[in-house]
């Protein structure tokens, strides 16, 4: 399937990885882009040395392209910000503040810059700064989420830019994926769908977790403090929102979280850790390689796109 993303970055489908905290590294970036995706390496905070041994571990893998997520508010985003120019990436995706200031030395590299966006104002404005596409990411997705749902704020997106929109949020197989094209997205991005892919490092309790999810199991917390963040529900969710309602400060909230993330990624923690998932959860019920999950999704697709069943 042709559309402009696939034109401007040079993939066979328009399916994107998302840029998943711990998550998204080198064998699942270079899986993807195998694929025929595009394969993201999450710089997440990792020091400039990581995100740079991550990005020549997935050229050894594939000589496809793929790109690197950039949180904005890491305080080594500058110097990622220019290694990423050094090691010729074919994207950047940008999350947690605007990538105004680094637009003109990207753009200059040939580099695609796509920032993530939660409202229609975010996404004039970067196409406004010379965004080459944007993606519009609803409160379906899991992890940092905004206040609205991809069914509502793509097409909206879609009617106040020129640039392509790259939908997220929600979508994990072929209906999805249709239902998104014809709200006038040029491609998806996916989380929750590749945290269980074969080639994923995530510890196997956190793939079963997700496997096994219900549709109702996801939970958001930190709503209080601004900031959030979609998990699947388990002793540590039940304990935050319990806190978080009877008033508990920032900072307690914050260090009831520290280092929870990797918990559950790397150590398998499931009760302890946040296990961060998309709503689409409760519908992944098996784990399949980056191959396959695509292929399948595109398969589907293109089956309900032209109109049969």
């Given at each position: ?15 994107i990885q998302g840029g998943m905290a711990w998550v998204a590294e080198h064998h699942l970036a270079a899986a993807v882009s195998e694929a025929g995706g595009l394969g ?270």
């Amino acid at each position: 399937m042709k559309t402009r993303v696939t034109d401007m970055l040079g993939i066979k489908y328009p399916i994107i990885q998302g840029g998943m905290a711990w998550v998204a590294e080198h064998h699942l970036a270079a899986a993807v882009s195998e694929a025929g995706g595009l394969g993201i390496i999450g710089a997440a905070s990792a020091p400039v040395e990581i995100v740079r041994e991550e990005i020549q571990k997935a050229k050894e893998l594939t000589d496809k392209p793929f790109g690197v997520n950039i949180m904005l508010l890491n305080p080594n985003a500058p110097d990622i910000a220019r290694l990423v120019i050094e090691e010729k990436m074919a994207a950047v995706t940008t999350g947690a503040g605007t990538p105004e200031k680094y637009m003109d030395m990207w753009k200059e590299a040939g580099i695609k810059v796509i920032p993530v966006v939660a409202s229609v104002a975010m996404a004039k404005r970067m196409e406004r700064c010379g965004a080459d596409a944007v993606v519009a990411e609803g409160m379906e997705a899991g992890g940092h989420i905004g206040s609205q749902t991809t069914m509502a704020l793509v097409p909206q997106i879609v009617d106040a830019v020129n640039i392509p929109v790259i939908a997220a949020g929600g979508i994990g197989d072929g209906r999805g994926f249709a239902a998104v094209r014809m709200l006038g997205a040029d491609a998806v991005q996916m989380g929750t769908r590749f945290v269980v892919a074969e080639e994923s490092i995530v510890h196997e309790n956190y793939k079963e977790r997700i496997i096994k999810a219900k549709d109702i199991d996801s939970v958001v917390t930190g709503q209080s403090t601004g900031h959030p963040i979609r998990i699947l529900r388990n002793q540590m969710s039940k304990e935050y929102l319990k806190r978080e309602k009877e008033g508990a400060s920032f900072e307690e909230l914050e260090m009831m979280t520290l280092g929870a993330l990797r918990r559950a990624v790397i150590d398998g923690d499931v009760v302890r850790g946040s296990v961060m998932a998309g709503q689409i959860a409760g519908l992944i019920q098996k784990k399949q390689s980056c191959r396959e999950i695509i292929e399948e999704i595109m398969g589907q697709a293109e089956t309900l796109l032209a109109g049969q069943r």
